[in-house]
């Protein structure tokens, strides 16, 4: 299988509890996304990378979260001191794209990681 | 924060029937997107639209965009029970990324 990889599929912590997952692209993607998603809702954007590089991360995204792309392959998001609200669809994507950020981006989704905060 | 609405929330409909999914927006766009997300399973990209396209086909899927009326759908004709899943519409500018609607539910039935 050649897709978009996530690990672990679930995902139980208690609150307070640091999570970490990850997200292997697919392999000539120098791209790679983290979404959000909860029920009923379309995914929210977290941070992107282009090679090893994060260049973009939501306002929204608290300092809790953090992303790293070491050698511009894999990808993990480690959340610290999870909260209840942190519960969600964690949902990784890539993309094979040299032009502008934002032109024709067409996404390959994981499976995604569903996190569960007790 | 959310770029996209679709409507209807929810469709159900008999399998052979066509779907409409409309889709507004707030800002101008780059391109306009639909994706299919089976549940609990991620998306997975249908169609694009470029700004300056008023309409594209793929197979059973026939996308518009009205870039006056900020506003794109989504018809899916002859519809299959396989088809049951959510549809999602997502749009960006230069330089942003990718932002999604709240999605469209849609249940086909034999």
């Known amino acids: 299988d050649t897709g978009v990889s996530q690990n672990p599929r679930h995902k139980i912590t208690k609150r307070g509890q640091n999570v970490t997952f990850r997200c292997d692209p697919i392999?000539?993607?120098?791209?790679l996304y983290w979404y959000r998603q909860t029920l009923g809702q379309g995914p929210e954007f977290l941070t992107y990378?282009?090679?090893?590089?994060?260049?973009?991360k939501s306002r929204l995204l608290s300092d809790r979260f953090s992303a790293e792309r070491p050698k511009g392959s894999f990808s993990t998001l480690e959340i610290q001191r999870t909260e209840q609200g942190d519960s969600a669809m964690y949902l990784c994507?890539?993309?094979?794209?040299?032009?502008?950020?934002?032109?024709?981006?067409?996404?390959?989704f994981g499976s995604g990681t569903q996190l569960s905060v007790l | 924060s959310q770029q996209g609405e679709e409507d209807p929330q929810a469709l159900s409909i008999q399998e052979g029937e066509n779907a409409t999914m409309n889709c507004s927006y707030k800002?101008?766009?780059?391109?306009l997107q639909w994706y299919r997300q089976n549940s609990g399973r991620g998306l997975v990209h249908l169609i694009l639209i470029r700004s300056n396209e008023r309409e594209k086909h793929s197979g059973r899927l026939r996308v518009t965009l009205d870039t006056s009326k900020k506003s794109s759908s989504l018809l899916i004709t002859a519809s299959r029970a396989a088809d049951t899943a959510s549809y999602f519409c997502a749009s960006n500018q230069a330089g942003t990324a990718l932002i999604f609607g709240k999605g469209t539910t849609l249940s086909v039935s034999s």
């Open positions: 990378f282009q090679n090893e590089a994060q260049l973009e």
């Open positions: 392999s000539e993607h120098n791209r």
């Open positions: 800002t101008s766009i780059n391109n």
């Open positions: 994507a890539s993309s094979k794209n040299f032009g502008e950020f934002g032109t024709n981006e067409k996404l390959f």
